[in-house]
């Protein structure tokens, strides 16, 4: 006999990550896919009778107000997103005993660390967006839920999702020269190896850790600067065939380009944790990059 399907909520699923996760999605889920404007994660009664009414074992969270320099002119709708609403979602979880996978943000942090950064490190974020998306975490952990995964990750790019991959090949194909910053430096994460964490973690096997919940850094291996992915993004792009204008790309500071929300110069996440909880491998950012192309070429994107 097949075993009983699980119940999964997923919310903000018109979203860039949101869509990876449904197109991975593991046959054992029955999913239920929620979303504005019929779904606000903001109102409270409507979360908690959703939740109710599906009882759902998994509830994954991908909606955000995401749009990191709309958040310093609208702090107070990021907080109520990011932020009181996250609790909303811990509080119906916990009613009906779901687990709860919610994603934060290297953007929790200052930058001002040199090496990378591990679950415990002091947070100390330096936007709207990185005050807004703490509150969601500390939302979470004041809620009295056990059964949660938050997982923080970085520079995210996917299908259906307007990202730093697309916007590089766009300027490419429209001017002579980019100029990117150079003293910015993550990792940029494909949204098909963080869907794929999402699942290692969830149906993580007990022999590795036998209470798995918990806050996670998960992003792929190595690092790189702005700077260093556009010029990764368009050679590879030109070697798979793809035509580009830009002759050059120039490194540029951050202070030469400036923007309402301040990131972090530094945000390299240790993913140790992850590592061990799930026993799974970590693609290299190149190799998720790769990954994306690919299916750029097979979805004619
Ligand atoms: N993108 C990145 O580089 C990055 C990096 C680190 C962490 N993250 C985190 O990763 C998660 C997924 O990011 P993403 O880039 O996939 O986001 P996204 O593409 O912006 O998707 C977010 C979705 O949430 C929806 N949403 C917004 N407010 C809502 C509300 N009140 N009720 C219900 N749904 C709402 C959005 O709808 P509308 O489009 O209609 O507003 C959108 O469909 C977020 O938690 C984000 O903070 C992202």
Same mark, same amino acid.
């Given at each position: =006999?097949? %075993?009983?399907?699980?119940?999964?909520?997923?919310?903000?699923?018109?979203? =860039?990550?949101?869509?990876?996760?449904?197109?991975? =999605?593991?046959?054992?889920?029955?999913?239920?896919?929620?979303?504005?404007?019929? /779904?606000?994660?903001?109102?409270?009664?409507?979360?908690?009778?959703?939740?109710?009414?599906?009882?759902?074992?998994?509830?994954? &969270?991908?909606?955000?107000?995401?749009?990191?320099?709309?958040?310093?002119? *609208?702090? *107070?709708? %990021?907080?109520?997103?990011?932020?009181?609403?996250?609790?909303?979602?811990?509080?119906?979880?916990?009613?009906?005993?779901?687990?709860?996978?919610?994603?934060?943000?290297?953007?929790?942090?200052?930058? *001002?660390?040199?090496?990378?950064?591990?679950?415990?490190?002091?947070? &100390?974020?330096?936007?709207?967006?990185?005050?807004?998306?703490?509150?969601? *975490?500390?939302?979470?952990?004041?809620?009295?839920?056990?059964?949660? /995964?938050?997982?923080?990750? $970085?520079?995210?790019?996917?299908?259906?999702?307007?990202? /730093?991959?697309?916007?590089?090949?766009?300027?490419?194909?429209?001017?002579?020269?980019?100029?990117?910053?150079?003293?910015?430096?993550?990792?940029?994460?494909?949204?098909?190896?963080? %869907?794929?964490?999402?699942?290692?973690?969830?149906?993580?096997?007990?022999?590795?850790?036998?209470?798995?919940?918990?806050?996670?850094? /998960?992003?792929?291996?190595?690092?790189?600067?702005?700077?260093?992915?556009?010029?990764?993004?368009?050679?590879?792009?030109?070697?798979?065939?793809?035509?580009?204008?830009?002759?050059?790309?120039?490194?540029?500071?951050?202070?030469?380009?400036?923007?309402? %929300?301040?990131?972090?110069?530094? $945000?390299?996440?240790?993913?140790?944790?992850?590592?061990?909880?799930?026993?799974?491998?970590?693609?290299?950012?190149?190799?998720?990059?790769?990954?994306?192309?690919?299916?750029?070429?097979?979805?004619?994107?």
């Amino acid at each position: =006999m097949s %075993a009983q399907k699980k119940k999964l909520l997923l919310i903000g699923s018109n979203g =860039m990550l949101a869509q990876q996760i449904a197109s991975i =999605m593991p046959a054992k889920y029955t999913p239920t896919a929620v979303d504005l404007p019929e /779904f606000d994660l903001t109102d409270r009664a409507q979360v908690l009778s959703v939740v109710y009414a599906l009882q759902p074992e998994i509830i994954i &969270n991908c909606a955000a107000y995401t749009k990191v320099d709309g958040c310093e002119a *609208e702090p *107070e709708l %990021a907080i109520r997103v990011n932020g009181a609403a996250v609790g909303y979602l811990a509080e119906a979880a916990k009613k009906v005993d779901a687990v709860l996978v919610h994603i934060s943000t290297d953007y929790v942090f200052d930058g *001002e660390k040199k090496t990378p950064y591990v679950e415990e490190d002091q947070t &100390n974020p330096q936007s709207v967006y990185g005050h807004s998306k703490l509150l969601g *975490e500390q939302a979470i952990l004041s809620s009295g839920l056990r059964k949660y /995964f938050i997982v923080r990750t $970085s520079w995210l790019y996917g299908p259906g999702g307007n990202n /730093f991959v697309e916007t590089v090949l766009r300027l490419a194909a429209e001017r002579q020269e980019l100029r990117i910053v150079d003293d910015q430096v993550g990792t940029p994460t494909y949204t098909g190896d963080l %869907a794929d964490a999402i699942f290692n973690l969830v149906d993580a096997d007990p022999s590795h850790h036998p209470s798995p919940y918990g806050l996670y850094h /998960f992003a792929n291996a190595g690092q790189c600067s702005w700077y260093d992915f556009a010029i990764e993004i368009i050679s590879r792009y030109k070697a798979r065939g793809g035509q580009v204008k830009a002759a050059r790309v120039k490194p540029i500071k951050t202070i030469d380009y400036p923007l309402p %929300a301040k990131r972090p110069a530094y $945000s390299v996440f240790d993913k140790e944790k992850y590592l061990a909880a799930t026993g799974a491998n970590l693609p290299d950012w190149q190799k998720g990059l790769d990954r994306y192309l690919n299916l750029r070429d097979v979805l004619k994107l």
